[in-house]
Nanobody, 127 residues
Framework: QVQLVESGGGLVQAGGSLRLSCVAS??????????MGWFRQAPGKEREFVAS????????SYADSVKGRFAISRDNAKNTVYLQMNSLKPEDTAVYYC??????????????????WGQGAQVTVSS
């Protein structure tokens, strides 16, 4: 069993930055061998992929809408995955969710393979 808790959301002006954190509780070994992802859901829209990082190395994957502005990273010693968000735009406003896929072998850009989800963190970008 893995529990995920996001933090770091808030209100920021357009062009600003935020860093989201997601701490996993449960087996540290499970986290270290999990593909981690970030998704977001804006009001009235479906949940969409943002970024994913594989435990075994390789390049992370990003949605086209955030490439060059967002960066996903992980610290296995702290059971934590991060999402650094720079040059934020009003259209980035959403609830951001982290997720863990325990059986993936690579990055995962769709929601289905993820086994555990956090409760979400609100990010609001004002114009």
């Amino acid at each position: 069993q893995v529990q995920l808790v996001e933090s770091g959301g808030g209100l920021v002006q357009a062009g600003g930055s935020l860093r989201l954190s997601c701490v996993a509780s449960g087996s540290g070994r499970t986290f270290a061998r999990s593909t981690m992802g970030w998704f977001r859901q804006a009001p009235g829209k479906e949940r969409e992929f943002v970024a994913s990082i594989f435990w075994g190395g390789g390049s992370p994957s990003y949605a086209d809408s955030v490439k060059g502005r967002f960066a996903i990273s992980r610290d296995n010693a702290k059971n934590t995955v991060y999402l650094q968000m720079n040059s934020l735009k009003p259209e980035d406003t959403a609830v951001y969710y982290c997720a863990a896929a325990l059986r993936a072998f690579g990055v995962v850009v769709v929601a289905g393979p993820y086994d555990y989800w956090g409760q979400g963190a609100q990010v609001t970008v004002s114009s």
